[in-house]
Structure formats: C-alpha cells, structure tokens
C-alpha cells in the first residue's frame, strides 16, 4: 500500500519532469544545440550516440527506439532553472542565467 506522502511525492516528480520536457520542448534551434553540446560530456555511449546523430550534418533521422531514449531521457536534461535562488525560469543546459536575471545580478 502507498501512503499519500508517497503518492504526493512521485505526482510532484512526475509533474516537475513534465515542467522540464515542457521547457526542453520549447527550445528554439540554436538554444537546443548549446544544450545538446552541452550535455555530451555528461551522458552515457547511447546517448552520446544519439546527440552526435542530432547534431550530425547528414540529417539521418532516429529510428524509434532513438526517439524514445531522446524523448525520455536527453530531452528532459536540455533545460534546467535559473542558477539565481527564486528565480523559475527555465534555460539551456549550460547557460546559468536567465537574461533578465543575468543582466540584473551577474553583469
């Protein structure tokens, strides 16, 4: 039997990876290949593999089983939160700041 904090605690993560995916989702083009860059040296062989084939110039498309490991598992870590504490803004792997927030209290 799952206990109700237990059942708050995964809708909480399951809500939070959607947040994620929502975001990574939302990428245009050039902020995806920073983040994609960005994530090769942090990512197993496969999904090495799969992020070198995205960034590749022959534009060979994914099968299926590439598609699901992108979707579930590279595209969520596109994106993470503004490093400013109470900031909720989503960025690129890699970038730190959000813009307004690295105008106001980085530069």
Do not use: H, W
Not at 13 to 38: G, H, P, W, Y
Not at 70 to 80: C, D, F, G, M
């Amino acid at each position: 039997m799952v206990c109700k904090s237990s059942l708050t605690k995964i809708f909480k993560e399951v809500t939070m990876s959607d947040k994620f995916k929502e975001a990574a989702q939302n990428l245009c083009d050039d902020e995806r290949t920073i983040a994609l860059k960005e994530r090769l040296d942090y990512v197993d062989a496969t999904e090495s593999g799969i992020i070198k084939q995205i960034l590749g110039r022959e534009g060979k498309p994914l099968s299926n089983k590439q598609k699901f490991i992108y979707q579930t598992k590279i595209e969520p870590t596109l994106v993470e939160k503004c490093g400013i504490q109470g900031c909720e803004k989503f960025v690129p792997a890699g970038t730190g700041y959000c813009d307004s927030c690295q105008i106001e209290y980085v530069e």
